[in-house]
């Protein structure tokens, strides 16, 4: 009865840990698969700089690449500011009343949207009620919809997570709570702000559904050249690894699929990249903490 | 590094901190910037409420002609989904029960395959392997929530679809429920992990020391305290799981088929699995193009994002009552 128990016992465990390694195992080759697809691309000079050449040698991912980066600035431009507000209110200002309860209640239900839903959203109220049409702005406007909740929840965090102390010090000292906020608490919780922003801004990078909506021109090869302009419409590289399916005609997808190599490794290596940088930067910040403290 | 700590906590609010205390004027002026500033952040946090409200409202008028036009009745009791049948007298056709369908069957199936494995993860990280799930696993399931959905879809068009295709009738690609199904599995396993994971952090000690004393072993500790101890947080991470996987859409796009033909199981038995099918999100994705050309096509498209919205909040308020019932089991 016992041995039974006991081998029971280990073949369990040993099942969990299988699972667990078979999952890594799949996560790694995910990553080692997507970048040596894209290697040749991604080591080729011109890839990050020259327009997409479907069916023909060479050809990059430039205006794309551009693109993504533009649409990017714009919504953290937007978004951070918002999000950070609405952070703050949350951890210093909330109460527990009625209140408080519907504007947590409001941040989560935005969180659980699905991107989708925002984009068709996005459509109806970004580009057809303003009487537009698709646009790097209304992309970007559907992608502050959809990380608004995230960065309000990172601000709160991070202002929770600062010593009490801190707060009782400040006020007791005779500052006012918007002092005590602007010149004690934000700056302290810098470091896990810049953190949360990176992740945020890791998300947009890879958001496709709501852009697809409200920013795309459906088009791997027609884009504005490297235009300034937030009015104007374009892909963004995660757009692109949709829309090379719909639009490349079924003989020309072979073709296209070398650029949608290309555009997957930037995309994983982007992960990669936004990842190590958040940890890196987190464990500098708690470091320097440590140091000061 | 001297210079970023002169941004540190304890030196800066000396300068406003004097200024308060001594000059009159600045005092009144740093009351004013308080109660301005409080209703800044205050309406930082309200845009939140307000967008919710605009969704809502964007979401139901442009999905109102399904009601007006094409009929509840025929949206969801039909499965012939035909812009074209329209031709002669009005409007096309838009049953939606193929796309709903869909959704639930793929969704059924990613967390039948995503349950076990998040499980296991979450049992991995809090109990069996702390160490190395704290150093490599936790890592590791944040990597695999920061890749773009789009890139799943894609790595499951170019790696899953050929691997679909030896054991698919012939004459198909692959795509279908099983191949969706696997992608949303992957997709959905760190979200649930991590929720069910933070449950059973949650176990209080001497629970687990408890049934260790009764000399149950390490497996039964799991099995028959931890996971039950930890349910209602492994019951709210499926349930986000679910929403989640139910919202994605260009993933599920590239590996699904497209095609608004409900598999028949009583001839394809299993092979119906690898049907090309649609879900709801694949039939709004569809349409990208055609937003502004087929009206009622679109509303009904809207009509689709309304149940997308429903499916949503009543996973929220299912979220909602599991925590409850956490708080009630704790008192």
């Known amino acids: 009865m016992n041995r039974r128990l006991r081998r029971n016992n280990s073949i369990a465990i040993g099942v969990v840990r299988g699972m667990v390694l078979l999952l890594v195992a799949l996560l790694v080759w995910m990553i080692v698969l997507m970048l040596s697809k894209g290697w040749s691309e991604l080591t080729r000079g011109g890839f990050y700089t020259s327009v997409p050449n479907i069916g023909g040698p060479g050809g990059g991912i430039g205006p794309q690449l551009f693109n993504t980066i533009y649409v990017l600035v714009l919504s953290m431009l937007i978004v951070l500011p918002i999000g950070l507000a609405g952070g703050i209110f949350f951890a210093e200002y909330a109460g527990t009343g009625r209140v408080t309860n519907l504007l947590r209640r409001a941040s989560e239900t935005l969180a659980t949207l699905p991107s989708i839903v925002v984009g068709l959203f996005g459509y109806a109220f970004f580009v057809q009620a ?30 929770r997570a600062l010593p009490p102390a801190l707060r009782e010090g400040s006020l007791g000292l005779g500052a006012t709570r918007w002092q005590t906020v602007s010149r004690v608490l934000v700056p302290a919780a810098l470091p896990a702000l810049i953190t949360g922003a990176i992740i945020a801004a890791g998300r947009v990078f890879g958001e496709a559904a709501a852009i697809l909506f409200t920013g795309s021109n459906f088009s791997l090869t027609a884009h504005s050249n490297y235009s300034l302009n937030p009015f104007d419409s374009g892909d963004t590289l995660a757009v692109d690894l949709y829309v090379f399916r719909i639009q490349a005609e079924p003989n020309v997808v072979t073709d296209a699929r070398q650029y949608a190599d290309g555009v997957a490794a930037v995309l994983v290596l982007a992960v990669l990249l936004f990842n190590v940088g958040a940890r890196l930067l987190g464990r500098a910040a708690v470091r320097r903490l440590q140091r000061t403290a | 590094m001297t210079a970023g700590q002169g941004g540190e906590a304890p030196t800066p609010p000396a300068p406003g901190l004097s200024g308060a205390v001594a000059v009159p004027g600045l005092r009144r002026r740093s009351r004013l910037l308080d109660r301005v500033s409080r209703h800044v952040l205050l309406a930082g946090a309200g845009i939140n409420v307000v967008l919710v409200v605009l969704v809502v409202i964007f979401l139901l008028s442009r999905a109102w002609p399904t009601i007006t036009d094409i009929g509840l009745g025929s949206f969801f009791g039909s499965t012939t989904w035909d812009p074209d049948a329209g031709i002669g007298f009005g409007v096309g056709m838009f049953g939606a029960l193929a796309p709903i369908i869909g959704s639930f069957a793929v969704v059924l199936l990613a967390l039948l395959i995503a349950v076990p494995f998040a499980l296991a993860v979450a049992v991995f990280i809090t109990d069996t392997n702390p160490r190395v799930g704290e150093r490599f696993i936790r890592p590791a399931v944040e990597v695999f929530v920061g890749i773009p959905s789009v890139v799943y879809g894609y790595i499951g068009f170019i790696a899953l679809l050929p691997l679909l295709r030896n054991i698919a009738p012939p004459g198909r690609e692959g795509s279908g429920i099983l191949a969706a199904g696997i992608v949303l599995a992957i997709m959905v396993i760190p979200t649930i992990a991590t929720i069910s994971a933070d449950g059973l952090y949650a176990v209080p000690r001497a629970l687990k020391e408890g049934s260790a004393a009764l000399g149950a072993t390490q497996w039964q500790t799991i099995r028959r305290v931890l996971l039950p101890a930890a349910r209602a947080s492994i019951v709210s991470g499926i349930v986000l799981g679910f929403a989640r996987a139910m919202g994605e859409a260009l993933a599920v796009a590239l ?11 009583t001839k394809d038995g299993l092979g119906a699995l690898l049907q090309p099918f649609t879900t709801m999100t694949v039939t709004i994705t ?36 599991a925590a409850r019932g956490r708080r009630g089991s704790r008192a």
Not at chain 2, 298 to 321: D, Q, S
């Open chain 2, 255 to 265: 590996v699904i088929g497209d095609v608004n033909v409900i598999p028949s199981v």
């Open chain 1, 130 to 159: 303003t009487n537009s049409h698709p646009s790097r702005l209304a992309a970007a406007l559907s992608l502050t919809v959809i990380n608004l909740p995230y960065v309000v929840r990172i601000s709160e965090d991070a202002l």
């Open chain 2, 286 to 321: 569809d349409g990208v193009d055609k937003l502004a050309i087929n009206p009622e096509g679109t509303a009904a498209r809207y009509m689709l994002a309304v149940v997308l919205l429903l499916v949503t909040f009543l996973a929220i308020i299912l979220v909602r009552l």
